[in-house]
C-alpha cells in the first residue's frame, strides 16, 4: 500500500518572493532535471533570488535558476544557468497562461523542495507590490512582533 503523504525536505526558500509580491494562485510542478543538478541541489547548491517562469506553447520553463556545477561530475556537469522544463498539468499550464495575459501577474518560483524522491517547485501567480504595500507589511511584522514580546 502507498501512501499518500511522502516525507518533504526543504532545499531552497525564497522568502523574499513573499515580501516584494502579492501572491494570488499557487502551484506545485515537478522539474526537468539532469543527474548532476539533483545531486547538487541535494546538497544545497542552488540559488532562486532571480529565477522567474515563462510560459509558452510549449508548456513552462524555469529562467535564472542557479543550480551550482556538481564537483564530482567533472566533465559531465550541466550548465548552471540553463532553463529548465516544469511538468504541470495542461489545465495548470492553461491558467498560468491566462493569468500573465491579464496583465501585471507574473509567476514566480517559491521553493525548492523534495518530495518523497522527487524533486519539486512550487510556483506563484503574483503582482508586485508597490512600495506603500512593502511599508504596510513592515509595519504588520513589527506589530506582531510587538505583541509576541508584551505576552
Keep these: 500500500m502507498k501512501s499518500d503523504t511522502a516525507p518533504v525536505r526543504l532545499l ?5 518572493a513573499r515580501f516584494e509580491y502579492h501572491l494570488h494562485e499557487v502551484f506545485e510542478a515537478g522539474i526537468a532535471l539532469l543527474g548532476s543538478e539533483v545531486k547538487s541541489l541535494r546538497a544545497g547548491n542552488a540559488n532562486l533570488a532571480e529565477a522567474w517562469v515563462s510560459v509558452d506553447d510549449t508548456g513552462a520553463w524555469l529562467h535564472g535558476c542557479h543550480i551550482a556545477p556538481y564537483t564530482e561530475a567533472n566533465r559531465l556537469n550541466h550548465e548552471p544557468l ?3 522544463r516544469l511538468l504541470l498539468h495542461r489545465h495548470e499550464i492553461v491558467k498560468l497562461r491566462r493569468g500573465i495575459g491579464q496583465g501585471g501577474l507574473t509567476v514566480i518560483p517559491l521553493k525548492l523542495y523534495l518530495k518523497g524522491s522527487k524533486i519539486k517547485v512550487e510556483i506563484a501567480l503574483a503582482k508586485g507590490k508597490k512600495l506603500r504595500d512593502k511599508r504596510e507589511t513592515v509595519k504588520e511584522r ?3 512582533r510587538e505583541i509576541a514580546r508584551s505576552r
Design 142 to 144: 513589527d506589530a506582531l
Design 82 to 84: 540553463r532553463k529548465r
Design 12 to 16: 531552497i526558500d525564497q522568502r523574499r
